[in-house]
């Protein structure tokens, strides 16, 4: 997927066919010559290695996910209540938009798991949710994404798209 600016420059570069005149000499149009002008002046300027596919391994993000469940090493009191380790604790480093959203899902799905990002690159128009809650349990995965469109339901409609990945602990 290119940016609007990437793809309106590569959309000038292409020259699909010149057509000829029926003694054979090539006539193209003064369109295809400007396209034609303006991606040997792209070529030019640009270095061939920036139409290269990388052969650089890909990273993917890393999450932090914050959950109640104890890490390996740690050791957990038996005098907790129960119901005390399934509360996801809330991050501090959450803006505004985030925080709404974390708030809608905990109080309807009380999660396992909650991951909440803005993945739009900081305008809110596009979150990444993650979410794990025992009330998924037996919803197949649409059922489960349908139950948080209707809690979500009106924010989403400001929304450019969502990730949203649900799962049963």
Not at 134 to 143: S, V, W
Request: one cysteine or more; a positive charge.
């Amino acid at each position: 997927m290119l940016c609007r600016r990437c793809s309106t420059l590569l959309r000038g570069s292409r020259v699909l066919a010149v057509p000829t005149r029926s003694t054979g000499q090539n006539v193209a149009s003064p369109t295809i010559m400007r396209r034609y002008a303006s991606s040997t002046s792209i070529a030019s300027s640009t270095p061939q290695s920036a139409f290269r596919r990388s052969t650089a391994p890909r990273t993917s993000p890393t999450y932090q996910f914050y959950s109640s469940a104890a890490s390996p090493g740690a050791t957990t009191s038996t005098t907790e209540p129960e119901a005390k380790s399934s509360v996801v604790e809330k991050p501090d480093f959450l803006d505004e938009a985030e925080s709404t959203i974390w708030d809608r899902l905990t109080k309807e799905f009380n999660p396992v798991e909650l991951v909440v990002q803005d993945i739009s690159g900081g305008c809110g128009s596009m979150y990444g949710i993650d979410i794990s809650s025992k009330k998924f349990r037996g919803a197949n995965m649409l059922k489960q994404q349908r139950m948080v469109n209707t809690v979500l339901g009106d924010l989403m409609k400001g929304w450019h798209g969502v990730q949203l990945k649900t799962r049963v602990p």
